[in-house]
């Protein structure tokens, strides 16, 4: 059939005009990365064209061999890499090479600066997928037919803002990019060079790369060799093409399974935070593959959701090729995979956590917030989990776990005790520690928004009970304190202090649930406690923030009967002057709401607060 289209001209994507300013005026060290990311994409092509064939089989009639070819001419001062891959077709073509539709790129320009050298930095790290064609490349040629199609289209860029699409001719489903090399890029055009090239970055390729007559790459998955003759630059290269990612991975977990069900896998754990850990989708993005064919990036059921941030592969030759995805997911094979899989995940990042816990603090950061998710998700993992969480504590700036912190609990102390809020600098400051402070007792400090949920549904550790400092009564008397204080004298205002926690409850009324002496304070007046069972102050927060809860119930204010100013106010408990009164009433909301700052809440009347306030100093100053 005879095309009669014309030429079209499309501008870029505003993003992508950006992106290729950056990348063609970057004089860049390590600019022959672009091979790597122009066969990175052949690969993907051929792996998208080898699934869809799977329902399909007529997409690959006539030619079942994929392979990748790279040519060079050097009167014409081209190079060309050429795949029998899936092709795109004119509406492919304006949405994958016209636009940026990767979060990672885009995450990538969010970060671009005016400094010129801090930009090309980041290109190396991010990778830039395409467009970095355009760093050694002063026009690219694009020639495509995408398999089960007829037409094929000729795409066109000098890489300064615009692109042209038009018809072309070409025999067979696949893509061509033609590269014009820039003057400066002639090395790109010595077959010495290319093939050092291939070999340092697409070794791991699955298919053939072929220059000439030879094939430059081992061309055999990756994940189906020794793992004795992979270096770890090799797993690095992988782990960048299959994760479309451009930091170390920090573990590499390679391992071949054989039973009732045999897998491969050859798992990542990034160095780095992928950028959408954290999006509700919540997607893994292990590829899974059926003896070799690649079958999905994000199977369903493979792995638990709060293992998403692991990349790379898993091969099973015991999972049916044909099998939609939607039945994937309940296939009990899969299942089997799964559990024997998180196991095997669970199991090293312990070993790692016992054997390099600065290196595993570094894992901690990035992801100790998503693992947590598994202490809520999955109850029957919550034994394995627990024991690699690490926590922020009171005892030092070093992580603890669990168990070292029970190793650590003073004699008569009971319970595992936390406070939890969104801030552990704010934390560490909260009134709530001083009395356990005050006796040495170690409090974990939790300031991950899931450490209120999951703390929920794990009661105890080792038989002790986890507690929160702002919840519940607390008797730190029980617990022998490191240094033997002299006792204070207390018991002379007791009578005064109970009047006045009587004229405090009477005036503020059912804006507290009670109010009642403090066992946990020893600087701070006043603190809020929830009452057992109920809301503290940082999970009312949550909620509301996510619009789970309307308004928030009464606490139970704490005042500290030593402190000097409970003192004061307490001789006047009993001074039926006028102004004793207007003073304790005034003193009694100044204290509630001081209570609710220290919460990082606000004073839930400003303005009442403000003028209370100021009628005290004024008094103060009389
Ligand atoms: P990424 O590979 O991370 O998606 P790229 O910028 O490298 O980003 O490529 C953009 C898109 O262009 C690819 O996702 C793919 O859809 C399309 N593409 C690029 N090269 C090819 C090719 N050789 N065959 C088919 N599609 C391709
Ligand atoms: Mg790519």
Redesign the pocket.
Known sequence: MENTKEKETHSFQTEVGRLLDIVASSLYSNREIFLR??I???S??CD?LRHAALTSPSLVEGDQQFSIELSIDPKMKTLT?S?N????NHD?LIE??GTI??S??KAFLEQLGGDKEKNVDLIGQFG????SAFMVADQVD?I?RRAGEKEAWLWSSDGKGSFTIEPAARKER??T?TLHMKKDAKEFLEEARIRHIVRTYSDHIGFPVRLGEGTLNEASAIWTRNPKDISAEQYTEFYHHTA?AFDEPWLTIHNRVEGVISYTNLLFVPGMQPFDLFEPERKSHVKLYVNRVFITEDAKGLLPTFLRFLRGVVDSEDLSLNVSREMLQSDPKLAKIRTSLTKKVLTELKKKAEKDPEAYAAFWKNFGAVLKEGLIEEAGLRDRILPICRFNSTADDALTSLADYVSRMKEGQEAIYYIAGEDKQKLVHSPHLEGFRGKGVEVLLLSDPVDEFWIQHVPEFEGKPLKSVTRGSVDLDTIKSDEQKPEEKKGETNGAVTDLIGLLKAELGDAVKDVRKSARLTESPVCLIADEGEMDANLERLLRRHGQLQASAPKILEINADHGLIVSLAKHASDKSGSAEEAIKDAAHLLLEQARIADGEAPSDPVEFNRRLNRVMALALE
Request: avoid cysteine; proline fraction near 0%.
């Open positions: 990311e122009l990175s994409n052949a993907d092509a998208k890499v795949d891959g899936i092709g795109m492919d994958t090479l539709a990767k990672g790129t830039v997928g395409f467009y694009v495509t696949g893509t990019v479309h």
